[in-house]
């Protein structure tokens, strides 16, 4: 009779109870406009619930190639290199926004135009894969232009 009723109670038991929120949240995904055949750029914030994890890449269907990078000042010049990966802590979120650490998309094989959105995959090292939705926004608080910064000299830090 205890086993009937156990069985009774974990069959009331709403499957949904059972699913757990993924670790790592990505949101508020976004790009500016950008033309076919230019760079792009894609800024984002991940929050990790979880063990500690590292992104350590990106790809989106728009661009031929998508990589993580960091802008940096370097005796009042502005520069940009690229990362390997980021780390991700528990409870801490990670930011990627203007000036800072970004997803640089090369090589865009379509207009990003303000108001559409598109596909990026992040990777995890432990998490795998993530899609996020990047929306496109008109112009921005930092304008940067990526074409205009100092790529000579700039080390990539794997």
Do not use: C
């Not at 109870?17 to 914030?45: C, D, K, M």
């Amino acid at each position: 009779m205890r086993r009937f009723i156990i069985a009774v109670t974990l069959a009331l038991i709403p499957v949904g109870a059972f699913a757990q929120q993924p670790a790592i949240q990505v949101e508020n995904a976004w790009s500016r406009g950008a033309a076919a055949g230019g760079t792009g750029v894609v800024y984002l914030t991940v929050t990790d619930s979880g063990a500690p994890d590292r992104l350590t890449g990106a790809a989106s269907p728009v661009a031929a190639s998508a990589a993580l990078h960091e802008s940096i000042n370097d005796n009042g010049i502005r520069k940009m290199r690229p990362v390997a990966s980021l780390p991700v802590e528990s409870g801490k979120t990670l930011k990627l926004s203007p000036g800072g650490y970004h997803i640089m998309l090369e090589g865009l094989k379509q207009a990003l135009t303000a108001g559409q959105s598109f596909p990026v995959t992040l990777s995890f090292e432990k998490a795998g894969p993530i899609v996020a939705t990047v929306s496109v926004r008109q112009g921005g608080a930092h304008t940067m232009d990526h074409g205009h910064m100092d790529m000579h000299g700039m080390m990539d830090m794997r």
